[in-house]
């Protein structure tokens, strides 16, 4: 795919509804996630906190007028690494009928250059270990494995 096809904006609240459907559209988020007509207001409460929030990034690609994929940026002041920040991507999804023609490569550049360009000197994520495909992915754009991830669910 031609990066110049895509185009990246800052999500609005009119596109949750297409964000949550990209978002249960696989095998676990399924299970995660209630996509029902209408959203429950618990998406759009999250994203008022995400909008509102300097430190907080959700975005949008697009291809042709259609939402093709969207990513979450946090960036995080951290008292290590010299008091650097960081950046954090979560929540990565390219439309399921789109995957494999490179529109997660794309997202993932803008993600790196939107650390950068906020100053982050670190991007780090997790990927479930029930997505082999996401790990690979993410291998191949130069992220290690460096650590071992752990959640405790609340």
């Not at 795919?1 to 964000?19: G, H, N, P, Q």
């Not at 907080?56 to 951290?78: K, N």
Request: proline content about 3%; some cysteine.
């Amino acid at each position: 795919m031609d990066k110049t096809e895509l185009e990246f904006r800052r999500a609005k609240r009119a596109d949750v509804v297409s964000i949550v459907a990209m978002l249960v559209d696989d095998h676990l988020g399924q299970s995660r996630e209630q996509y029902e007509n209408p959203l429950p207001n618990f998406y759009y409460d999250a994203f008022a906190a995400i909008d509102a929030d300097p430190n907080q990034e959700l975005w949008i690609a697009e291809q042709a007028g259609h939402i093709v994929g969207t990513f979450q940026l946090t960036l995080i002041p951290c008292i290590g690494r010299k008091g650097s920040w960081r950046a954090m991507v979560e929540s990565v999804r390219v439309a399921a009928a789109l995957r494999g023609q490179g529109i997660g490569k794309a997202m993932m550049a803008h993600a790196i250059a939107r650390a950068r360009a906020r100053g982050c000197r670190l991007l780090q994520l997790t990927t479930d270990k029930r997505r082999p495909d996401a790990f690979r992915f993410y291998q191949q754009l130069g992220f290690e494995a460096s650590h071992e991830g752990m959640k405790l669910n609340l």
